[in-house]
Each structure stands twice: as structure tokens, then as C-alpha cells.
């Protein structure tokens, strides 16, 4: 057997022990998050059953260490959110070390959205697609720091692109994840329904003019409420993938993600049904908020 493999799966022991004896304390009452982490961790105690069974635990296994991979990721998010729930979690505005955003947690369980968003369309969605988007990105911060270190900008090109792809991925949905809540729907409020009435005349006419928006997006993109510090409103805009055909200087509020990982595997080809029921799941307070904190920017309009 390989020297470093050995020490590797030997390692993977130990920390497997180690990690469902800290779950199962932490886990008084198990929820859907926490019993997806064990769900998981059984499937890698079966892979590390099977290496040695069928003789190839001399030489790495990839799908081995790709589950080592998800149960890691799976709990790290059953401690954020439970330290979520404890209100522990303490906001940082220090500056993100080039190369290292973090897959953030979601402030509910994967099945909290049902049935407008199913469980595994969420896990999915989040666990896979958002972290390939911090993977994307975090890799093109470091290669573009080795580009200045070297002076070697012969693919900045390609790099600046993957940034900006994978950059407005990862700050997207970690919007839309905080846009959305279990007890969410209804109508927004205070300001900013004001500002909705006095932008689009009634919020029956926004609600038609961002639900076309979404179900007209070409291909993959999103439906983007924002800010406007320039117009000094509110605006509607589509992107295509994450970051195409849509304005700078604007600050996004509420998202829909109608790429579709988002909705296929539960809508199938009915875009508009998805993009109808996605109304009874907006949290208007986390949109109110960041509402307030855009309208504090002022600029001269132009």
C-alpha cells in the first residue's frame, strides 16, 4: 500500500470517529440538515469498507475522497446552522484573504423550502453548485495574484473572465439563500413598499414586471430587483449566467436563480410555475434590510 495513502485513510479513521462522537453532541434533536451529515457519513463508512474488500486500498480511491469531501461540507453546515439558531454567529467585515470565500450556510434546513423547493433540488443546489461557484472563484483570485507576483499576465484574460463568472455566482446566491425564509410570502412593507408604489405604480405591477422578467430570461440567469444610486430608484433588470447584459453601478435586493439546477428537477420545463410560487417563499424583511442599507449610498443622479 502506499505510504501516504495509508496515513491518509488511517487519518480519515480517527477523524471519522472523532467527528460522529461531536455530532451526536451537538444533535440533541436531529433535523433534516443533521440527518443528511449522517446519511452521509454512512456512505463513506461503506466506501471505506469497500476499498479493503475488493483489495484496492493500496492506491487512491477518488470517489473515497470526494466523500470525505461532502461529509465535511455537510457538517460544517449542521454548526452554522445551529450556530445560526443560537443567534452565536458573529458578522465579520474583515477583508476575505484572496482565495478564500467560504461556502456560507443556509439560515434553514434543505427541506425547509418544501414544497415550493425541494429538498434535494436545495442540497443540490447549494452543497454542489454554489460551492463549485467559491471553488471558481477562489481559484481565480490566486491565479491572478500569481499573475502580478510573476508579471506573467499572459492569461489574465481567461482569469478576469472565471472571476467575474464565478464571483457574481457566489454573491448571487448567497443573496438569494438570505431572500428566502419557511414563513416568508406576503407583501413587502414601510419604506419599501413606498418605494415599489411611487417605482412601478403598484406592487401588483412590479410582481408582473419581475415575474416576466424571470420567465423571459434567455438561457441561464437571474431576475434582479436592485438599486439604482445613480436613478435613485428601484429597477428591474435580467442577467444572463451571473454577470452578463446588466447594470454596474446597481445594487442587488431580491434574486431569482432561473438557471435550471434551480427548479428542473422538481418543475421540469415549467419555468413559470417555479417562478409563481417562488412569491410565497420571499423573506421581505432580509430584502428591506439590504433596501436600507443600499439607499444609504447617494450620488449625484445622472
Known amino acids: 500500500m502506499d505510504h501516504n495513502w495509508h496515513v491518509y485513510v488511517s487519518k480519515v479513521d480517527e477523524w471519522m470517529t472523532n467527528l460522529e462522537q461531536q455530532a451526536e453532541k451537538k444533535l440533541e434533536h436531529p ?142 446566491h448567497t443573496m438569494f439563500w438570505a431572500n428566502m425564509s419557511p414563513t416568508g410570502g406576503g407583501e ?8 415599489i408604489i411611487q417605482d412601478f405604480g403598484s406592487y401588483e405591477m412590479f410582481k408582473r414586471h419581475f415575474s416576466e422578467a424571470a420567465k423571459k430570461v434567455q438561457g441561464a440567469g437571474w431576475a434582479l430587483l436592485v438599486w439604482s444610486p445613480r436613478a435613485n430608484r428601484l429597477e428591474i433588470l435580467q442577467a444572463e449566467f451571473h454577470h452578463l447584459l ?9 434574486g431569482l ?9 422538481q418543475y421540469k420545463n415549467n419555468r413559470g410555475e417555479y417562478v409563481d410560487k417562488f412569491w410565497s ?3 421581505w424583511e432580509n430584502v428591506n434590510d439590504r433596501f436600507e442599507q443600499a439607499r444609504k449610498l447617494q450620488w449625484e443622479s445622472f
Open 31 to 172: 433535523f433534516a440538515q443533521g440527518k443528511y451529515f449522517f446519511r452521509e457519513l454512512e456512505s463513506l463508512k461503506k466506501l471505506r469498507s469497500k476499498l479493503f474488500e475488493a483489495n484496492r486500498g493500496s492506491s487512491v480511491d477518488l470517489a473515497f475522497t470526494h466523500q470525505v469531501e461532502r461529509v465535511e461540507r455537510a457538517y460544517e453546515q449542521v454548526v452554522c446552522i445551529l450556530e445560526n439558531s443560537r443567534n452565536e454567529q458573529i458578522l465579520s467585515n474583515q477583508p476575505v484573504p484572496i482565495g478564500g470565500h467560504r461556502l456560507p450556510p443556509l439560515p434553514y434546513s434543505y427541506d425547509a423550502l418544501e414544497p415550493v423547493i425541494a429538498e434535494e433540488i436545495m442540497r443540490l443546489h447549494h452543497l454542489e453548485h454554489h460551492q463549485s461557484y467559491v471553488d471558481g472563484l477562489n481559484k481565480a483570485e490566486r491565479e491572478m495574484q500569481n499573475a502580478r507576483e510573476t508579471d506573467n499576465y499572459d492569461l489574465i484574460r481567461h482569469w478576469e473572465r472565471e472571476a467575474a463568472f464565478h464571483g457574481a455566482g457566489h454573491y448571487l
Open 257 to 265: 436563480d432561473v438557471w435550471e439546477h434551480a427548479y428542473y428537477l
Open 246 to 254: 446588466s447594470q454596474q453601478d446597481a445594487i442587488p435586493l431580491l
Open 281 to 283: 417563499i420571499i423573506d
Open 188 to 195: 413587502p412593507t414601510g419604506e419599501l413598499s413606498q418605494q
